[in-house]
């Protein structure tokens, strides 16, 4: 596996990874209804600016890009997603750890969907709140938790 920061040119191959993993992953913890509208209407430009001003890390195996992720410059992880064939084998675990140091000792905050709840967890992460968001007239819970980031260091 290499870990690299994200090129324009990874663009289209996250957003297929992202709307694959939600659907095929995500979906045992949500419903179709939610899982479309959390997928639904991808802004690729808005993507890509987000990408391009925030750290963001792909990770690779060959030429397949079997996860990625994003934090910007308040310590806030945006995204993290793993190819549904590549999960449970360390590909979130490796981009978490390089995205989390980059925080310099600021608290990590996360609005982390309830099947990645376990996973950050398991890395020390606590909720804040529970919370319902609506996208396109579906409400779709998730938590905001956060990371002492300094008790890593």
Known sequence: MEIREYREADLEAIVRLFY???HSINIQDY????VEAWTAGIDMERWNSTLSEHLSLVAL???LVIGFGDIDKSAYLDRLYVHH???RQGVGTALCDRLE???E??????HASITAKPFFEKRGYRVLKSQIIERNGVLIPNY???LDASAKI
Do not use: F, K, L, N
């Not at 000792?105 to 996360?110: E, F, H």
């Open 144 to 146: 905001i938790m956060e």
């Open 105 to 110: 000792g600021r608290p990590i905050r996360v």
């Open 20 to 22: 694959d993993t939600v």
């Open 31 to 34: 419903s179709s209804a939610q």
């Open 101 to 103: 140091s980059s925080a």
């Open 61 to 63: 195996d060959g030429s």
């Open 85 to 87: 064939m590549y999960q």
